[in-house]
């Protein structure tokens, strides 16, 4: 069975930096667009980045726009969301999301990992 591993997630100050991880489980993940959800308290979950398998397409969320940057390493398998000048607001679940759509990954992606807390204090 399929999985994403999150990791990297914890507490951090306004202004400060995190970068999360996720390592799928299993084989074939090099032809999947992968990317980042989020759940704030009292929100509903949002779309945060997407990448492309080849890493050629990148799109945020305007809300982390300049902020956050997502990449990934396709030798490694694994892809990583670096967030920075971070604020009280970004504090949320972070999710691992994987669809061989990109157009897909934004709305309903296939795949999900169990979730990462990031929490921004004030």
């Known amino acids: 069975q399929v999985q994403l591993v999150e990791s990297g997630g914890g507490l951090v100050q306004a202004g400060g930096s995190l970068r999360l991880s996720c390592a799928p489980s299993g084989r074939g993940f090099s032809n999947y667009a992968m990317g980042w959800f989020r759940q704030g308290p009292g929100k509903e979950r949002e779309f945060v980045a997407g990448i492309s398998w080849s890493a050629g397409t990148k799109y945020y969320a305007d809300s982390v726009k300049g902020r956050f940057t997502i990449s990934r390493d396709n030798a490694k398998n694994t892809v990583y969301l670096e967030m920075n000048s971070l604020k009280p607001e970004d504090t949320a679940v972070y999710y691992c999301?994987?669809?061989?759509?990109?157009?897909?990954?934004?709305?309903?992606?296939?795949?999900w990992g169990q979730g990462t807390q990031v929490t921004v204090s004030s």
């Open positions: 999301v994987a669809d061989l759509s990109p157009l897909v990954l934004r709305t309903g992606p296939r795949y």
